[in-house]
């Protein structure tokens, strides 16, 4: 007699590929609307069903994983950022988590960089005098920017987005600096021609271009805060593709607001979706909806490994990409 299917629970829409192929293998109900889950909707569905397939907007918590416990098996994160998820607790409820990372890094990278040529270059203030109806024609001091090729770029975090940053950078003709709790291998630094600094203090002081590519952790919560923004040049742009909370936001404003800072391009925000209105706003600021990894392809991958974590976990063991609380 064949077991009967895992029930899941996907909170957002997924590409359609991805939601045929749960649909085929799961009991699985989709959120057609693609309305955010509440805090009662993801209660409602972590205590009716087996498995809770999340994105990054679903904050789940000791409590609701506490009420959980007994039904729900199995968080399947699409995505493989997971900070939004209480890990510790979820293990100590008995319920497994797992991510989904996929080959976004070069997407990521691509946004990395498309980020730093729009606030170096000033595409935001260009195209909004043309969007206007305002511009008066072409002027030889018209929307000056900075010069891409010959700056320093320091990136924070050499992982693999950070590698696929540094590998595009030096085409652009990008000196390559960069921060990590350790260096990588030679031979890595060698094919980046990468320059690695111990202290990340020392390193902000000397660069023209901060490309931020850590994860988020309680270690990096505003890594970038106002001391570490006054070490940098006036002269100086930040881009982060990562997380929010990774930058002060606060103070991020109030060094573009006073000159400290040369411009910023922001794909994640700290309290997404509500948005800072004074950084959004400025001219110097471009601010994208968390678009990095947003390919076709980079999206049904992202679910093609949440499917194959449930499909392993269905068969009794434990997901390829399940995550482990560090205390445990």
């Known amino acids: 007699m064949p077991h009967s299917r895992l029930s899941v629970v996907v909170t957002r829409r997924l590409p359609e590929k991805v939601e045929a192929r749960l649909s085929e293998l799961f009991d699985v109900t989709l959120n057609k609307s693609d309305r955010p889950f509440t805090r009662e909707d993801l209660l409602a569905a972590m205590t009716s069903a087996d ?19 007994g039904k729900l098996r199995l968080i399947a994160n699409y995505g493989a950022g997971y900070d939004h998820i209480d890990v510790v607790a979820a293990h100590e409820n008995g319920i497994v988590v797992s991510n989904s990372p996929a080959n976004r890094a070069g997407d990521t990278a691509d946004m990395a960089i498309t980020l730093m040529l729009s606030v170096m270059r000033r595409f935001k203030e260009g195209s909004a005098a043309l969007q206007s109806g305002d511009w008066q024609g072409w002027s030889p001091s018209g929307f000056l920017g900075a010069r891409v090729g010959g700056k320093k770029l320091g990136i924070l975090g050499l992982g693999r987005v950070g590698i696929e940053v540094a590998r595009r950078a030096r085409a652009f003709g990008l000196d390559v600096h960069y921060h990590n709790r350790k260096p990588v291998h030679p031979d890595r630094e060698i094919e980046l021609g990468a320059t690695y600094w111990p202290e990340l203090d020392e390193m902000l002081a000397k660069i023209d271009v901060l490309s931020i590519s ?51 391009g922001l794909d994640v925000q700290e309290r997404s979706p509500h948005l800072n209105t004074r950084l959004r706003d400025r001219d110097n600021v471009m601010m994208l909806p968390h678009m990095a990894s947003a390919t076709l392809e980079s999206r049904t991958e992202m679910g093609e490994t949440v499917i194959i974590n449930i499909k392993t976990f269905e068969d009794g063991h434990n997901p390829p990409n399940r995550v482990v609380p560090t205390q445990v």
Do not use: Q, W, Y
């Open 51 to 69: 498995v809770l397939v999340p994105t990054l907007n679903d904050m789940i918590d000791a409590d609701l994983l506490a009420r959980a416990k």
């Open 214 to 264: 850590c994860p988020l952790t309680p270690l990096t919560h505003h890594i970038i805060n106002a001391e570490r923004l006054a070490l940098m040049k006036p002269s100086a742009f930040i881009v982060n593709t990562s997380r929010g909370k990774l930058i002060d936001e606060v103070a991020l404003t109030e060094a573009l607001e006073s000159g400290r800072l040369a411009g910023a």
